[in-house]
């Protein structure tokens, strides 16, 4: 297992988290991006893991916020976050937006992927 705690800890935890916020809220409407894509975005490479304990401590309402944290699922395209959501919320906003499945909970994440390192400055 990889420590990233020298990398986040050089920003305060929840700088980190809420750098990652910041990046989810962004995410358009109709499109996935996954943990990794965000943790490189945000130049910790393989912190994917902190992307989902940050999304995790949203979702428990620790935050004090509200992001489309739905839009972010893993590299294969399932909602693996899908256990954080009431009922099957997470598949149902998605498909409200658009968002095809390639099974019950596999996104196509070729069509609707959105890579925050191209998208964003």
């Known amino acids: 297992m990889v420590d990233h705690s020298s990398k986040i800890s050089s920003m305060k935890k ?16 109709g499109r996935v991006t996954t943990y990794g894509a965000i943790a ?8 994917a893991r902190m992307v989902g304990y940050a999304l ?4 428990k309402g ?12 893993n590299r294969f395209g399932e ?14 906003r998605l498909i409200q937006e ?6 019950e909970y596999r996104v196509d ?5 959105w890579d925050p390192s191209e998208e964003l400055p």
């Open 14 to 29: 929840d700088d980190y988290y809420e750098k990652v916020y910041n990046v989810v809220d962004q995410i358009p409407a």
């Open 109 to 113: 994440i070729r069509k609707y992927y």
């Open 40 to 47: 490189g975005y945000l130049g910790v490479r393989s912190g």
């Open 79 to 92: 909602c693996t976050g899908r256990g954080y959501f009431f009922g099957d919320t997470m598949r149902e």
């Open 62 to 73: 620790k935050a004090g916020r509200s992001v489309p944290a739905h839009r972010v699922v």
């Open 98 to 103: 658009g968002v095809e499945f390639s099974s």
């Open 56 to 59: 995790n401590n949203l979702l």
